[in-house]
């Protein structure tokens, strides 16, 4: 009798692994399309990131910081266009292909970005 009721409980917990791996799949589907579509704060969803995009914001807010207060070197303004750049990959935006003529980094510019990253 206990073996016919722990093939049930075994049968019955299969059952719901599946269950329960379908509507992972199901949810991730569902938040891919909310971030493809820029939906979360129509939604009230708190902006949805992976672990390498939280990364670069951070650093960016902490060299606004710096910058703002005036004490940054070439270090944190190479440092900003490095994680600049690679949020721009993350997020499957453009970036300068490297064909363009390079020129120093303009702080003004580099500011404005900041700006814009700071309020997320």
Same mark, same amino acid.
């Given at each position: 009798?206990? %073996? =016919?009721?722990?093939?049930?409980?075994?049968?019955?917990?299969?059952? $719901?692994?599946?269950?329960?791996?379908?509507?992972?799949?199901?949810?991730?589907?569902? &938040?891919?399309?909310?971030?493809?579509?820029?939906?979360?704060?129509?939604?009230?969803?708190?902006? $949805?990131?992976?672990?390498?995009?939280?990364?670069?914001?951070?650093?960016?807010?902490? $060299?606004?910081? =710096?910058?703002?207060?005036?004490?940054?070197?070439?270090?944190?303004?190479?440092?900003?266009? $490095? *994680?600049?750049?690679?949020?721009? *990959?993350?997020?499957?935006?453009?970036? %300068?292909?490297?064909?363009?003529?390079?020129?120093?980094?303009?702080?003004?510019?580099?500011?404005?970005?900041? +700006?814009? &990253?700071?309020? +997320?």
């Amino acid at each position: 009798m206990d %073996d =016919i009721l722990e093939l049930e409980m075994a049968l019955e917990l299969k059952a $719901l692994k599946a269950e329960n791996d379908k509507l992972k799949e199901e949810r991730e589907s569902l &938040y891919k399309v909310i971030s493809d579509n820029d939906l979360e704060e129509e939604l009230g969803i708190a902006k $949805l990131m992976n672990p390498e995009e939280k990364i670069c914001l951070d650093g960016i807010k902490h $060299l606004a910081d =710096i910058f703002e207060n005036g004490m940054y070197d070439q270090n944190d303004v190479k440092n900003f266009d $490095l *994680l600049h750049k690679n949020l721009r *990959l993350i997020r499957n935006q453009a970036i %300068d292909d490297g064909k363009k003529k390079k020129s120093k980094v303009d702080i003004g510019e580099a500011l404005k970005i900041v +700006e814009g &990253y700071k309020n +997320e």
